[in-house]
């Protein structure tokens, strides 16, 4: 599949004739939130994981020098935490370009915790997308997130950024937090290499 996913993207509008959307974030779109919105809601998905096994091309890396940015991978009885956002399908416009390094809008059921649901969206780079890097030791990934960078800024602040989102959902993610000790292990290790 292409690593570009907007022309797909465009196929999937099977919410185009509703007035609001729930869209379903679980990475930068918990934290970076600059799209338009009418109502957000803490909420979770069941059976998939967070994981940092996607390649960012266009944001926090380069086609040459990859980032790695989160994405879902099915686990049954998992339960993932993140934010979801009542929106006007005319915000897929925007949204799909921000996402289209490998992610397709796909359809979830979004849980609010207060027994409500709705079916909603959430995008997800499977890994048959071009860009998908897979798994990899948590302290690798740390180290390749130390070293990479592109145009939305350090790979770095991408995790850290998620890391405080999270723990501000109060959600628990054992693969991202340790993800983010190992890169803050390694940056207080590169201060006191350059300090001797
Ligand atoms: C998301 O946040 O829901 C998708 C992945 C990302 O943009 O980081």
């Avoid at 086609?63 to 339960?79: E, I, S």
């Avoid at 796909?106 to 997308?129: H, K, P, R, S, W």
Wanted: glycine residues 8%; charged residues 20%; contains cysteine.
């Amino acid at each position: 599949m292409s690593v570009d996913t907007r022309q797909a993207n465009r196929r999937r509008n099977r919410h185009a004739g509703q007035a609001q959307v729930w869209l379903f974030g679980y990475g930068s779109l918990i934290y970076k939130v600059d799209f338009p919105y009418i109502e957000r809601r803490p909420a979770c998905i069941r059976h998939w994981v967070r994981r940092f096994w996607q390649g960012s091309h266009d944001h926090r890396g380069t086609p040459q020098a990859p980032g790695r940015v989160v994405t879902l991978v099915p686990q049954p009885d998992a339960v993932c935490i993140g934010m979801a956002y009542l929106i006007t399908p005319a915000v897929f416009a925007q949204l799909d370009l921000r996402e289209k390094n490998g992610y397709l809008r796909c359809t979830t059921e979004i849980d609010f915790g207060n027994g409500e649901q709705a079916e909603g969206l959430v995008y997800i780079a499977t890994a048959e997308n071009a860009a998908f890097l897979g798994p990899a030791p948590e302290a690798e990934i740390a180290r390749h997130i130390a070293a990479s960078s592109g145009p939305s800024g350090p790979n770095r602040d991408y995790l850290l950024q998620l890391a405080t989102a999270l723990r501000e959902l109060d959600a628990h993610d054992p693969h991202v937090f340790d993800v983010e000790r190992h890169l803050i292990d390694l940056l207080a290790s590169q201060r006191g290499a350059d300090q001797r």
